[in-house]
């Protein structure tokens, strides 16, 4: 085999799908049999350079692929497979995929740096390959240039692929030190340069202590510079983005080169090609993200302890900044509207305006009003366009004071720009523009309102005509009227300015969905959006029209569900059209079966929706499925135990929805909705529990589904408690281990990024909401005393939690909440217990002088159940 897989290879990749399907089947089955001789004669296969660069670059492909996956549990199972593989085998694989370093052929180079550093994730944390880094480095300053270049882009890699706690300091010194002198000015050989670049890019997490030293800051920062000036445009692309990574990573180092940064960028932004304008302006978007981050989270009271002081970097730069912004939304593209990709320098100048606004407020008003004042009326389109773009990007930011008077007086000239004016940039803008203003400055918290009796009729007439235009524009009306219907969401049982047009609305935005042209532009998507927003938004003087529209929507379901659609193209805008008619129907369910005086009339409806909510389930389409769910679940909310009649038709959708692990969405919300069931059956739920409880504990132990679903399983246990209270004993036995082990896990994990503190957050807070349920479950029920056995191991649970001090404030109300269930469930068995707990003091009254309401009212009531506990 190992002989033929030159030709293999080569047959993988042929036109003719016989032979193409042949040579896949082959590779299968040779890494099936012989995974070792497989993975090594693909190094063999990539190292040769006699062989056809076609054959080593698949060869290169598949052996990465043998290392690595994106679903997590697949990539677990790849590194302890490679882990477990002879390590003389390995270091044969190893001194191959090297040695392609060198080769003259540039895939085959490319290829190799991308394993060399997939083996090097998964080996370098694992203490193993302690030579690698000194290999590569190894005389890297006397390599031919080729080399010099696939051993740079090699260290990029592996700093992409590795934390930087894998790779000792000295090593990061020494990386550091290669991959800036390979930027260097001196450095002839442009690939080298911008291999060197983008690895400085990748190495710059690992810089910490170089960027906490002056001089190899400095040194850091000029060769930057330097780089952004060559003359090889990607060269000075791949610098910007350094810059750009800079600039969040190392914020609170930056202000001793803001000024040469800013005449840089400023340079670049006016004059170099878009790619690297883009990254230009990219700088001080990213400036703004951190001044934006660090003022809210210090409210501006900064004290010499902040961590990171603010440096008012873009309050310093507006006189310059906003005026070279505002030059650039001059640089339209003639298309943009219409391709929904689409970012140029005009948009990215139009987002930095933005966030330069909501970093300084009302300062940035007087910088762009006479732009503003001088081109909204000027003959040349992209003089009004860039005019409305920039009164647009400023009304997130600065205060209601200072916006109110230019909004009152802009808004009537924006209506007539959206009816008259000749140019689709224009009203697309235009009416973007009128969206941001209902956005932002509307609503029930606005002292002085910008919409009033008289003008309200005027806006909804120019935007009902607005959204029979172009795609484009019409979806922007649809958005502007979201937001004008959602500044009304407070007027409760009172009137809505909107109440008149109610009917009228409701009728354009029908029409809008069944536009032929309503695919473009998320036309139709908007729209639906719109009139969900509209019904959610409506007062109870209207519930008779939103009733109205019920056997309206349903009978477009009924069709779209008869409708024999062939094509595949047809089919994905049938599935797409079910989703958003059943996510209509559910906001409709919510809206009428809130009130006491609708639900009555409208359940008369619910036989004929489950029908058809269960005959969506008969197609393929995760998203339409989601939203089936999600109905189905406002509809169990508003029927309560009468939904026990859907259950026996319903029960194989739920169970096939918790199999879901494919559409990991579908399987999440699933889960929700069982809990949903739960609250609307209580013990009517007890037949189809055996059938749940051993389906969400098989998704528990489940390495495939994706980890986001296991915080909602746990907090459903305690939902299902809750529902049968006592009948629950039969679960606990499983189900008490399993939040036992998960609990041990999510306890010790500090020093974690963002993304794993949340999730383990979210983890936290569905144990305590299945203990929870569970302690108020069996409360009153002779068999209290089965709880007991888990007592220790929940108090010792919230301990850890207490001493962690990671927990964010929703699971700081769960933890004292289960406290307090504990205590009243068990009474004065647990007392002793408790006494002798640190969280049940320190913790509890830590909780009773907390700043958040909800902590203190839950703290104040666990009290109350531990001092009776006690007290016995």
Not at 385 to 390: M, V
Not at 659 to 670: H, K
Not at 749 to 760: A, H, I, K, W
Not at 792 to 800: A, G, R, V, Y
Request: glycine share 6%.
């Amino acid at each position: 085999m190992a002989a033929e897989v030159t030709q293999i290879l080569l047959n993988a990749q042929a036109v003719d799908g016989t032979v193409r399907k042949q040579a896949e089947e082959s590779l299968k089955q040779y890494q099936e049999q012989n995974l070792p001789g497989f993975l090594l004669s693909l190094a063999r296969e990539l190292a040769n350079d006699e062989k056809p660069v076609e054959s080593r670059k698949l060869a290169g492909l598949i052996l990465k692929n043998a290392l690595d996956a994106k679903e997590q549990h697949r990539k677990f199972e790849l590194v302890q497979r490679w882990l477990a593989l002879d390590s003389s085998l390995k270091a044969q694989i190893k001194s191959f995929i090297l040695k392609t370093l060198s080769s003259p052929a540039h895939d085959a180079r490319s290829t190799a740096s991308q394993v060399v550093a997939k083996v090097a994730g998964i080996e370098l944390p694992h203490k193993q390959w302690p030579e690698l880094i000194g290999a590569l480095l190894s005389n890297i300053h006397q390599l031919p240039a080729h080399t010099k270049q696939a051993t740079l882009e090699t260290l990029g890699y592996i700093c992409e692929e590795v934390s930087s706690d894998a790779v000792e300091q000295d090593h990061v010194n020494k990386i550091l030190t290669a991959v800036v002198q390979g930027m260097n000015a001196s450095e002839s050989n442009n690939d080298v340069r911008l291999a060197a670049t983008r690895a400085l890019y990748n190495a710059l997490g690992f810089a910490q202590a170089n960027f906490s030293n002056d001089m190899e800051r400095d040194y850091i920062m000029r060769v930057v510079c330097e780089a952004t000036l060559s003359p090889e445009v990607k060269i000075r692309q791949a610098a910007f983005e350094c810059l750009v990574a800079i600039s969040s990573t190392y914020y609170e180092k930056l202000a001793p080169y803001i000024q040469d940064i800013f005449n840089i960028t400023a340079k670049a932004v006016r004059e170099d090609e878009e790619p690297v304008a883009l990254q230009a302006i990219e700088f001080w978007s990213s400036i703004c993200d951190e001044e934006i981050d660090i003022l809210e989270e210090y409210g501006g009271d900064f004290s010499a302890d902040s961590e990171v002081p603010c440096f008012y970097f873009i309050k310093q730069a507006l006189p310059v900044l906003v005026p070279m912004l505002l030059e650039m939304l001059l640089k339209q593209e003639e298309d943009q509207d219409q391709d929904e990709g689409a970012w140029n320098i005009a948009m990215a100048g139009g987002t930095c305006l933005g966030l330069v606004a909501r970093t300084v407020g009302d300062d940035i008003v007087p910088l762009v009003m006479p732009f503003v004042e001088e081109n909204i009326t000027k003959p040349d389109w992209r003089q009004r366009e860039a005019a409305t773009y920039a009164f647009g990007s400023i009304l997130e930011g600065p205060s209601p004071e200072k916006l109110v008077p230019l909004v009152n007086i802009a808004l009537n000239f924006m209506l007539t720009a959206l009816m008259k004016d000749p140019n689709n940039h224009v009203k697309d803008t235009t009416a973007w523009t009128l969206g941001r203003m209902f956005e932002f400055l509307h609503g029930s918290t606005m002292e002085t309102p910008i919409i009033n009796q008289t003008n309200c009729q005027q806006i909804i007439s120019v935007l009902l005509q607005s959204m029979k235009d172009v795609p484009n524009v019409a979806e922007k009306a649809c958005g502007a009227l979201y937001f004008l219907a959602q500044g009304y969401e407070d007027a409760g049982s009172s009137s809505s300015p909107l109440t008149p047009f109610f009917q009228e609305i409701v009728q354009a935005l029908l029409t809008v969905t069944h536009r032929e042209d309503a695919g473009e532009s998320r036309l139709r998507t908007a729209a639906y959006e719109t009139l969900n927003e509209v019904v959610r938004c409506s007062t109870d003087e209207t519930a008779p029209m939103v009733m109205q529209l019920v056997p309206v929507i349903m009978m477009e379901l009924h069709q779209n569900l008869e409708g024999q659609k062939l094509s595949s193209e047809e089919r994905e805008k049938q599935n797409e059209i079910q989703g958003l008619l059943c996510g209509c129907l559910q906001v409709i369910i919510q809206k009428l079966g809130s009130s006491e005086q609708t639900k009555y009339v409208f359940l008369q409806y619910a036989d004929q929706m489950m029908g058809l909510f269960l005959r969506v389930f008969a197609i393929r389409s995760a998203t339409a499925h989601e939203e089936a769910m999600l109905a189905i679940g406002a509809l169990a909310y508003a029927t309560g135990p009468d939904f026990v009649k859907y259950m026996p038709e319903f029960y194989k959708y739920l169970e096939m929805g918790l199999q879901n692990f494919e559409d990991y969405q579908v399987c999440a919300i699933t889960v929700g909705v069982v809990g949903d069931i739960c609250r609307a059956l209580e013990e009517k739920i007890l037949p189809y529990c055996d059938g749940i409880m051993t389906q969400l504990l098989k998704d528990l132990s489940s390495s495939q589904l994706h980890r986001s679903v296991k915080p909602p399983i746990f907090s459903c246990f305690g939902d299902i408690a809750l529902a049968i209270g006592e009948n629950f004993e039969k679960y606990l036995m499983y189900a008490m281990p399993m939040l036992q082990s998960a609990a041990e896990l999510s306890v010790h994990t500090s020093g974690v990024d963002d993304d794993m503190t949340e999730y383990t957050n979210s983890l936290r807070n569905g144990i305590l909401e299945a203990y929870s349920g569970i302690f108020q479950g069996f409360k009153g029920s002779p068999k209290t005393q089965l709880l007991m056995a888990y007592a220790p191991h929940i108090l010792q649970f919230l301990d850890s939690l207490y001493m962690e001090k990671d927990m964010d404030d929703v699971v700081t109300k769960t933890a004292i909440g289960v406290l307090g269930d504990l205590a009243d469930t068990l009474g004065s068995n647990a007392g002793p217990l408790i006494q002798q707990s640190v969280s049940s003091k320190d913790f509890l009254n830590e909780c009773l002088s907390s700043d958040d309401h909800m902590i203190k009212e839950s703290a104040e009531w666990a009290k109350l159940a531990i001092s009776k506990a006690i007290s016995f």
